[in-house]
Structures are given as structure tokens and as C-alpha cells.
């Protein structure tokens, strides 16, 4: 069947070496999942056909050809679409679409880039939390002796339904089946590794900066921890992990505990890893699934935009509230239905605007600023802000 439309992507390739160029990728899911991987797709100058049952999903803007329908309702066009396809991966969270996936991978003509029972356990916070006490990784202790408590649900992504409980009366009020931890304070730090069930690589440690309800609302890259990066690198080795996995843990005062594993493309951190590092995760996670004996040792070699390499990112969202610009977490994005470049041009100087419209908070932002050096990002940075502002 004809796309719902069919029209070049506004991101443009800046990946002259890439040996993905004009390879043919299909995303099934369009919200946040979906733009963060359909931008790195584009910037390695692949052909991106998303696939979503919603009419407005946020990716379509920046993919090449968008179908609009239910994959688990029209199996045989989905599976057309994937013959049509290099290489397709999930990036959507509903249970009743990765169960569709997983039942027919046999039929699916392209490599499928995902890992299914890794994100059995890591979707389900209380398998997670069972996995990392078998192989001794740290963790926060469940059902502390007193307050503070860290209560979040067993199977929701991210922040969703996350909150601090100070007294004993209010726990109590805590849904049955919520996970009740010690509270750490510190920084909470991500960490991707990707893998091909034999060799597993490490990538970037950033910093998630959270706001007052859990959501994140601006990610920066921080330096190497070996630390953290051998529990990560255990985590993986554990799965047996063919794709990619994101790892979140606090450095707190009594060293690392592992908040949650997510084996899925995730949202948010892979834009700040390629541009401070140059490592473009998509790229890798095909390499792991494409190269399967020389990935250790070449996948990195072919996912990697020197051009970015030992640089600093500033990823963050905005909302435009009397005529101020305000930090907002990515619920604010994911809310919206008009997701689009903005103030086009800029690139070239280290800016990238994105505009999303529909959402309640009225017009919100995505910017991404980056440099050589965490100075020159920040000048940029501003530089953005004023742009935004300067449109009426």
C-alpha cells in the first residue's frame, strides 16, 4: 500500500563517512522514542519510514515516508513494509505492540533490532530489581526501616508515577504492587551499552537533569566512570544482551545504586551522546545486529562521527510562558502533535531548534547546542534562546 505521505526528511546527513547512507530503516512507534531515533537515522543519511497508528505522531516531520496505521490490525502491509526495509526497530513502550512484534519476528524480512527478553525483565521494575541482586549489582534497598521511601510502579517507564513518601501515614496511600525503596540523593547519571549476545560496548556517561516531578528536562555528558561503566558493562553481560540497553543509577553517598534498566532505544540521551562523544547509537545497535563477529572491534569504528568526538552537548526542552522561556520535562514534548524544526539554518554554528505545538503549556522547545568545549555550548546555548524569543 502507498505511504500517508512521502517527502525528504529536513535533517540533513552531517555523516560524509557513514556506510549506512541510503539504507532503508523502519521505525514502528513516533513519539519521543521515534524522533530521537529517526534524527540519528537522518544524520547518518538513512531513508526512514516511520510507522504509527496515530495520525499526528511527533517523528513524521523528520522521516522521509509515514504509514498511519495499526500494525497489530493489518499484519500483511506491516510485514510488506519490512521487506521493504533494511533494518527495523521498535521504539514505542505498548504492550500490545511489542507482544505483536515478538509473535511474528519469523515473518518480519529485515533484521528486527530489538532485544525481547532483556526488555521482558527490564520492563517489569521488580525483575529488574531480582536480576541485579543475582549478580550483585547495587541497588537501593527495598522496604527501608523508615522514611525517606522512593515509591515508583513495577512496569512504567521513567518518571511515571515516581515520588518521594516523607512519613510513615503517607505510605499508606502507596497503590498495591508499587515498589517502595530507600531514597538516595545525588545525581542521576544514564549510561547505554549495546550488544550482539557476545561482546558488549559501553558508551557515554550523561547527566539527567531532573525537575520537581521526576521528568527530565536537559541532558549534559559527564566523563568516564569505570566504575560505573563495569556495572553496566555486567548488567549486559548478564542478558546475554543483543541490542541496546540504557542503564540510570545515583552516585550517592554510599557509591552507586542501579535505579532501572530500559533494554530499548531510549529518548533524550542519544542526541547528547553523538554530539559529545560522536557515537551514533543507531548506527551501533545495527552494527550489533549487521557485523556480528567483528563488532567489538569495528562497530564503533563505523558509528562514529569524528567530527564530535571529546565535545559537549546541551540537550534541553523549553516551554515559551509570558514572553520568558522556561525549563520543562520531555512530558511536555511527548503532549504535543506538530513536532518540527525551527529556525531552520543553524546547524552549521552548533544550534538545532525543534518547535512542538498542541500541547496544553502552549509552544515548546527542544534545543540542542553544542561545541568543542562546555563554554562554547552554553554561549550557543543562549544564542538559541534569544532566537526563539526574537519570533513572534
Given at each position: 500500500m502507498p505511504a500517508d505521505f512521502v517527502k525528504p526528511s529536513p535533517i540533513v546527513s552531517d555523516f560524509p563517512e557513514s556506510s549506512y547512507a541510503g539504507k532503508r530503516i523502519c521505525l514502528v512507534g513516533g513519539k519521543l522514542q521515534g524522533v530521537e531515533a529517526a534524527y540519528l537515522a537522518k544524520k547518518a543519511g538513512l531513508y526512514v519510514i516511520l510507522i504509527d497508528k496515530v495520525p499526528t505522531a511527533l517523528a513524521q516531520s523528520l522521516c522521509d515516508e509515514f504509514h498511519c496505521f495499526d500494525i497489530t490490525e493489518d499484519k500483511s502491509r506491516f510485514i510488506s513494509l519490512s521487506a521493504e526495509s533494511d533494518y527495523m526497530i521498535p521504539?514505542?513502550?505498548?504492550?500490545?505492540?511489542?507482544?505483536?512484534?515478538?509473535?511474528?519476528?519469523?515473518?518480519?524480512?529485515?533484521?528486527?533490532?530489538?532485544?525481547?527478553?532483556?526488555?521482558?525483565?527490564?520492563?517489569?521494575?521488580?525483575?529488574?530489581?531480582?536480576?541485579?541482586?543475582?549478580?550483585?549489582?547495587?541497588?537501593?534497598?527495598?522496604?527501608?526501616?523508615?522514611?525517606?521511601?522512593?515509591?515508583?510502579?513495577?512496569?512504567e517507564s521513567g518518571s511515571v508515577g515516581a515520588r518521594i513518601i516523607k512519613t510513615d501515614k503517607d505510605l499508606?496511600?502507596?497503590?498495591?504492587?508499587?515498589?517502595?525503596?530507600?531514597?538516595?540523593?545525588?545525581?542521576?547519571?544514564s549510561l547505554e551499552v549495546i550488544g550482539n549476545g557476545k561482546n558488549y560496548t559501553v558508551i557515554k556517561e550523561t547527566y539527567i537533569h531532573i525537575d520537581d516531578v521526576y521528568d527530565c528536562f536537559m541532558v549534559t555528558p559527564l566523563p568516564f566512570d569505570e566504575t560505573y561503566r563495569k556495572i553496566a558493562y555486567d548488567l549486559a553481560k548478564g542478558l546475554q544482551l543483543k541490542g541496546i540497553m540504557d542503564v540510570e543509577a545515583i552516585a550517592g553517598p554510599k557509591g552507586w545504586r542501579v535505579l532501572e534498566i530500559d533494554a530499548r532505544f531510549p529518548s533524550q540521551t542519544p542526541i547528547c551522546v553523538y554530539f559529545s562523544s560522536g557515537v551514533n547509537l543507531l548506527l551501533l545497535l545495527i552494527e550489533s545486529f549487521s557485523n556480528t563477529e567483528a563488532f567489538s572491534s569495528e562497530g564503533l569504528r563505523h558509528s562514529l562521527n569524528q567530527k564530535?568526538?571529546?565535545?559537549?552537548?546541551?540537550?534541553?526542552?523549553?516551554?515559551?510562558?509570558?514572553?520568558?522561556?522556561?525549563s520543562g520535562g520531555e512530558h511536555l514534548i511527548s503532549a504535543g502533535n506538530d513536532f518540527h524544526?525551527?529556525?531552520?539554518?543553524?546547524?552549521?554554528?552548533?544550534?538545532?531548534?525543534?518547535?512542538?505545538?498542541?500541547?496544553?503549556?502552549?509552544?515548546?522547545?527542544?534545543?540542542?547546542?553544542?561545541?568543542?568545549?562546555?563554554?562554547?555550548?552554553?554561549?550557543?546555548?543562549?544564542?538559541?534562546?534569544?532566537?526563539?524569543?526574537?519570533?513572534?
Open positions: 521504539v514505542n513502550e505498548n504492550e500490545q505492540t511489542i507482544a505483536f512484534l515478538k509473535a511474528v519476528q519469523s515473518e518480519i524480512k529485515c533484521p528486527l533490532l530489538f532485544d525481547f527478553d532483556a526488555y521482558e525483565i527490564s520492563c517489569d521494575k521488580s525483575k529488574s530489581k531480582e536480576y541485579f541482586r543475582k549478580i550483585n549489582i547495587p541497588t537501593p534497598a527495598d522496604r527501608p526501616a523508615g522514611p525517606p521511601y522512593f515509591v515508583k510502579p513495577p512496569g499508606e496511600s502507596v497503590p498495591a504492587g508499587y515498589l517502595i525503596e530507600e531514597y538516595v540523593t545525588g545525581p542521576v547519571i564530535y568526538t571529546d565535545s559537549y552537548c546541551i540537550f534541553e526542552h523549553f516551554r515559551k510562558k509570558n514572553g520568558e522561556l522556561i524544526p525551527f529556525a531552520a539554518g543553524q546547524a552549521e554554528q552548533g544550534i538545532e531548534i525543534f518547535e512542538c505545538l498542541g500541547s496544553d503549556s502552549g509552544p515548546t522547545y527542544t534545543v540542542i547546542s553544542y561545541g568543542k568545549t562546555k563554554e562554547e555550548a552554553e554561549i550557543k546555548k543562549k544564542k538559541a534562546e534569544a532566537l526563539i524569543l526574537s519570533q513572534k
